[in-house]
Protein backbone atom coordinates (compact mmCIF):
# COMPACT_ATOMS: atom_id res chain seq x y z
CA UNK A 1 0.00 0.00 0.00
CA UNK A 2 2.76 2.27 0.71
CA UNK A 3 4.11 1.64 -2.61
CA UNK A 4 1.23 2.22 -4.70
CA UNK A 5 1.12 5.72 -2.44
CA UNK A 6 4.66 6.07 -3.37
CA UNK A 7 3.97 5.78 -6.72
CA UNK A 8 1.27 8.48 -6.97
CA UNK A 9 3.11 10.65 -5.18
CA UNK A 10 5.86 10.56 -8.05
CA UNK A 11 3.26 10.67 -10.52
CA UNK A 12 1.06 13.58 -9.41
CA UNK A 13 4.88 15.39 -8.94
CA UNK A 14 5.76 14.70 -12.24
CA UNK A 15 2.62 15.54 -13.93
CA UNK A 16 2.60 18.90 -11.81
CA UNK A 17 6.18 20.05 -12.90
CA UNK A 18 5.13 18.96 -16.84
CA UNK A 19 2.40 21.24 -16.22
CA UNK A 20 3.85 24.68 -14.73
CA UNK A 21 5.26 25.44 -18.13
CA UNK A 22 2.31 24.94 -19.98
CA UNK A 23 0.84 26.89 -17.22
CA UNK A 24 2.82 29.63 -17.59
CA UNK A 25 2.63 30.11 -21.32
CA UNK A 26 -0.91 30.29 -21.73
CA UNK A 27 -1.00 33.01 -18.82
CA UNK A 28 1.34 34.90 -21.11
CA UNK A 29 -0.60 34.28 -24.72
CA UNK A 30 -3.60 35.36 -22.65
CA UNK A 31 -1.98 38.86 -21.75
CA UNK A 32 -1.33 39.05 -25.27
CA UNK A 33 -4.63 38.90 -26.71
CA UNK A 34 -5.98 40.78 -24.02
CA UNK A 35 -3.75 43.75 -24.91
CA UNK A 36 -4.33 43.40 -28.89
CA UNK A 37 -7.83 43.00 -28.13
CA UNK A 38 -8.06 46.07 -25.85
CA UNK A 39 -6.52 47.99 -28.31
CA UNK A 40 -8.32 46.96 -31.33
CA UNK A 41 -11.36 47.82 -29.73
CA UNK A 42 -10.41 51.46 -28.86
CA UNK A 43 -9.54 51.80 -32.57
CA UNK A 44 -12.33 50.16 -33.25
CA UNK A 45 -14.88 52.44 -31.17
CA UNK A 46 -13.13 55.12 -32.11
CA UNK A 47 -13.56 55.41 -36.10
CA UNK A 48 -17.59 53.32 -35.63
CA UNK A 49 -18.38 56.23 -32.95
CA UNK A 50 -16.79 59.05 -34.67
CA UNK A 51 -14.78 60.17 -30.81
CA UNK A 52 -11.64 59.37 -29.79
CA UNK A 53 -10.56 56.94 -27.47
CA UNK A 54 -7.72 56.62 -25.23
CA UNK A 55 -5.75 53.53 -24.29
CA UNK A 56 -4.05 53.57 -20.92
CA UNK A 57 -1.51 51.40 -19.60
CA UNK A 58 -0.24 50.54 -16.22
CA UNK A 59 3.12 48.74 -15.06
CA UNK A 60 2.80 50.19 -11.27
CA UNK A 61 -0.18 48.57 -10.12
CA UNK A 62 -0.30 44.47 -9.62
CA UNK A 63 -1.91 43.09 -11.77
CA UNK A 64 -0.82 45.31 -14.43
CA UNK A 65 -4.04 46.72 -16.17
CA UNK A 66 -5.14 48.70 -19.34
CA UNK A 67 -7.55 50.92 -19.43
CA UNK A 68 -10.12 51.82 -22.88
CA UNK A 69 -12.31 54.91 -22.69
CA UNK A 70 -13.96 57.32 -24.68
CA UNK A 71 -11.80 60.90 -23.96
CA UNK A 72 -14.65 63.01 -24.60
CA UNK A 73 -17.33 62.69 -21.57
CA UNK A 74 -20.59 62.61 -22.30
CA UNK A 75 -20.43 61.88 -25.99
CA UNK A 76 -23.52 60.30 -26.88
CA UNK A 77 -23.17 56.65 -27.95
CA UNK A 78 -19.67 56.37 -26.14
CA UNK A 79 -19.07 52.98 -24.32
CA UNK A 80 -18.16 53.36 -20.15
CA UNK A 81 -14.55 53.34 -19.29
CA UNK A 82 -13.04 49.34 -19.37
CA UNK A 83 -10.14 48.22 -16.91
CA UNK A 84 -8.52 44.89 -18.26
CA UNK A 85 -6.01 42.85 -15.89
CA UNK A 86 -2.76 40.93 -17.23
CA UNK A 87 -2.91 37.49 -15.74
CA UNK A 88 -0.76 37.21 -12.19
CA UNK A 89 2.81 36.76 -12.94
CA UNK A 90 2.81 38.37 -16.54
CA UNK A 91 3.65 42.10 -16.91
CA UNK A 92 4.42 44.49 -19.08
CA UNK A 93 8.38 44.18 -19.51
CA UNK A 94 11.31 44.75 -21.38
CA UNK A 95 14.36 42.45 -20.35
CA UNK A 96 17.48 44.68 -20.69
CA UNK A 97 18.84 42.00 -23.44
CA UNK A 98 15.68 43.38 -25.87
CA UNK A 99 17.93 46.64 -26.37
CA UNK A 100 20.20 44.94 -28.75
CA UNK A 101 17.59 43.68 -30.86
CA UNK A 102 16.19 45.02 -33.67
CA UNK A 103 12.53 46.77 -32.37
CA UNK A 104 9.30 45.00 -33.63
CA UNK A 105 8.08 46.93 -36.99
CA UNK A 106 11.02 49.03 -37.68
CA UNK A 107 11.86 49.66 -41.50
CA UNK A 108 7.96 50.24 -42.03
CA UNK A 109 8.85 53.83 -42.11
CA UNK A 110 8.08 54.93 -38.17
CA UNK A 111 9.85 54.73 -35.20
CA UNK A 112 9.15 52.08 -32.82
CA UNK A 113 11.92 52.65 -30.02
CA UNK A 114 14.90 50.66 -28.77
CA UNK A 115 13.04 47.99 -26.17
CA UNK A 116 14.46 50.13 -23.17
CA UNK A 117 10.74 51.16 -21.91
CA UNK A 118 7.99 48.32 -21.45
CA UNK A 119 5.49 51.13 -22.68
CA UNK A 120 7.07 52.68 -25.24
CA UNK A 121 4.41 54.66 -27.12
CA UNK A 122 5.21 58.43 -27.90
CA UNK A 123 7.60 58.62 -30.95
CA UNK A 124 5.81 60.98 -33.83
CA UNK A 125 6.91 62.06 -37.19
CA UNK A 126 8.16 65.58 -36.20
CA UNK A 127 10.21 64.49 -33.72
CA UNK A 128 7.91 66.13 -30.70
CA UNK A 129 7.48 62.69 -28.63
CA UNK A 130 10.62 60.76 -26.89
CA UNK A 131 8.98 57.66 -26.51
CA UNK A 132 7.98 56.11 -23.33
CA UNK A 133 4.71 57.23 -22.98
CA UNK A 134 2.16 55.16 -21.44
CA UNK A 135 -1.04 56.80 -23.06
CA UNK A 136 -1.93 56.28 -26.84
CA UNK A 137 -5.67 57.98 -28.45
CA UNK A 138 -7.29 56.52 -31.23
CA UNK A 139 -8.74 59.04 -33.21
CA UNK A 140 -11.95 58.47 -35.84
CA UNK A 141 -9.77 58.64 -39.37
CA UNK A 142 -8.34 55.74 -37.76
CA UNK A 143 -4.99 56.88 -36.56
CA UNK A 144 -3.51 56.58 -33.58
CA UNK A 145 -2.03 60.29 -32.25
CA UNK A 146 -0.48 61.79 -28.29
CA UNK A 147 -1.83 64.87 -26.68
CA UNK A 148 0.45 67.10 -28.25
CA UNK A 149 -2.74 69.53 -29.74
CA UNK A 150 -4.70 68.10 -26.13
CA UNK A 151 -5.32 65.30 -25.15
CA UNK A 152 -7.99 63.17 -27.72
CA UNK A 153 -8.43 65.88 -29.97
CA UNK A 154 -6.32 64.17 -32.59
CA UNK A 155 -4.84 67.43 -33.71
CA UNK A 156 -1.56 65.83 -32.54
CA UNK A 157 1.13 63.81 -33.92
CA UNK A 158 1.16 60.00 -35.26
CA UNK A 159 1.87 58.60 -32.31
CA UNK A 160 4.15 54.90 -33.24
CA UNK A 161 5.32 52.55 -30.38
CA UNK A 162 5.47 49.41 -28.73
CA UNK A 163 4.47 47.61 -25.46
CA UNK A 164 6.20 44.68 -24.31
CA UNK A 165 4.96 41.87 -21.81
CA UNK A 166 7.05 38.97 -20.42
CA UNK A 167 6.74 36.93 -17.21
CA UNK A 168 10.17 38.54 -15.91
CA UNK A 169 12.04 35.35 -15.26
CA UNK A 170 12.12 34.02 -18.62
CA UNK A 171 13.09 36.16 -21.83
CA UNK A 172 11.69 33.73 -24.66
CA UNK A 173 8.21 34.36 -23.05
CA UNK A 174 8.78 38.16 -24.46
CA UNK A 175 5.72 39.31 -26.60
CA UNK A 176 5.23 42.62 -28.17
CA UNK A 177 2.60 44.81 -29.64
CA UNK A 178 3.55 47.45 -32.11
CA UNK A 179 1.58 50.39 -33.28
CA UNK A 180 1.81 52.37 -36.45
CA UNK A 181 0.22 55.89 -35.84
CA UNK A 182 -0.46 56.85 -39.23
CA UNK A 183 -3.20 54.08 -39.63
CA UNK A 184 -3.56 53.01 -35.81
CA UNK A 185 -2.62 49.25 -36.67
CA UNK A 186 -1.37 47.21 -34.10
CA UNK A 187 0.41 43.99 -34.73
CA UNK A 188 1.77 41.44 -32.25
CA UNK A 189 4.80 40.08 -32.43
CA UNK A 190 7.02 36.92 -30.42
CA UNK A 191 11.01 36.94 -29.60
CA UNK A 192 12.55 33.90 -30.51
CA UNK A 193 16.34 32.67 -30.69
CA UNK A 194 18.41 32.69 -33.09
CA UNK A 195 22.19 31.92 -31.74
CA UNK A 196 23.60 32.07 -28.47
CA UNK A 197 22.08 35.12 -27.25
CA UNK A 198 20.81 36.56 -29.97
CA UNK A 199 17.58 37.13 -30.87
CA UNK A 200 14.51 38.27 -33.28
CA UNK A 201 11.29 39.27 -33.34
CA UNK A 202 8.85 37.97 -35.58
CA UNK A 203 5.61 38.38 -36.41
CA UNK A 204 2.37 36.33 -34.76
Known amino acids: MMSVVAIGIVVTAVSFMTLVPVMNQQRVNNAYNITLAAMRQAHDNAMSQRTSYSVTFSNTVTPNTIT ?7 FAGAQSAVTYQLPNGVTFYAASALSSVTAPDSGAGASFGTGTHAIDFGYTANGVGTGGQTVVYFCPDGSAQDA ?11 DDGVVYIARSTDLLSSRAISLWGATGRVRGWRLYSTGASTYQWKRQ
Open 148 to 158: EGGAGNCAGSW
Open 68 to 74: VAPTLTG
